[in-house]
């Protein structure tokens, strides 16, 4: 492996450092975008049993802010249950919006690797073909066997290089932003669940019914 590494030239550096990032990226996303996390199964009934006993206050309110994701857009709500229902939306909706940004964190990173990666083989390439080129002008068009081959050898293993750190780059950015969509229309559905229930007197259900 090190040989490899060795053959590829100094734009491999650029390449590992690039899959090292994709992988901590992805361990942490994977980590941190827990549906048990995001979206506590328990929290809207949990929330409707204080306002059915009058126990919701102010304080009740911030522990359902810290709990998770979900529970900041639905305190967000909670903090104006007193307002109309166009207010109670508009503030969860501004809620969400900061919500999305923080589970989308580190995601265009992933992005951008998946663009640059290809992009940084291909120069590996560019380098290794300049290489085969100036070994068949030192030698009067013939050429040395041994450098050429180091030069094909470093322009197809930059390239390879570049694939595969791009291709799983592309797949994972793909993989959490779809998942991060799926937690959003979840939290949505529970936060119109809870300002349905606010302003038309329904029993609040758990969200995974």
Same mark, same amino acid.
């Given at each position: ?20 990032i ?16 995001? #979206?506590?199964?328990?929290? +809207? $009934? ?5 306002? !059915? %006993?009058?126990? +919701? /206050? ?7 802010? /810290?709990?998770?994701?979900?529970? !900041?857009?639905?305190a ?17 909706? @501004?809620?969400?919006?900061? @919500?999305?940004? /923080?589970?989308?964190?580190y ?56 694939? @595969?750190?791009?291709?799983? $780059?592309?797949?994972?950015? =793909? ?7 799926g937690?959003? #229309?979840?939290? %949505? ?11 038309? /007197? =329904? ?5 995974d019914?």
């Amino acid at each position: 492996m090190y040989e490899i590494v060795l053959a590829g030239g100094w734009m491999m550096g650029p390449l590992l450092l690039c899959s090292v990032i994709v992988l901590s990226i992805a361990a942490e996303r994977y980590w941190s975008l827990n549906p048990g996390k995001i #979206i506590p199964a328990s929290l +809207l $009934a949990e929330i409707w049993g204080w306002l !059915q %006993q009058g126990q +919701l /206050d102010g304080k009740k309110i911030k522990a359902v802010h /810290d709990s998770s994701p979900l529970g !900041q857009v639905l305190a967000a709500g909670l903090s104006n249950t007193r307002h109309s229902r166009a207010v109670m939306i508009e503030s969860m909706e @501004v809620a969400a919006n900061r @919500v999305q940004h /923080d589970l989308e964190r580190y995601l265009t990173a992933l992005s951008a690797i998946s663009n640059i990666a290809p992009l940084l083989g291909l120069l590996g390439t560019v380098v290794g073909t300049i290489k085969i080129f100036s070994a068949i002008m030192l030698e009067g068009g013939t050429g040395n066997p041994g450098a050429l081959a180091g030069g094909i050898s470093e322009a197809l293993i930059a390239t390879a290089t570049g694939l @595969v750190v791009a291709i799983p $780059a592309s797949l994972l950015s =793909r993989y959490f932003y779809r998942l991060v969509d799926g937690f959003m #229309i979840s939290i %949505q559905q529970d936060a119109m669940k809870l300002v349905d229930a606010l302003h038309s /007197d =329904r029993k609040v259900k758990g969200s995974d019914q």
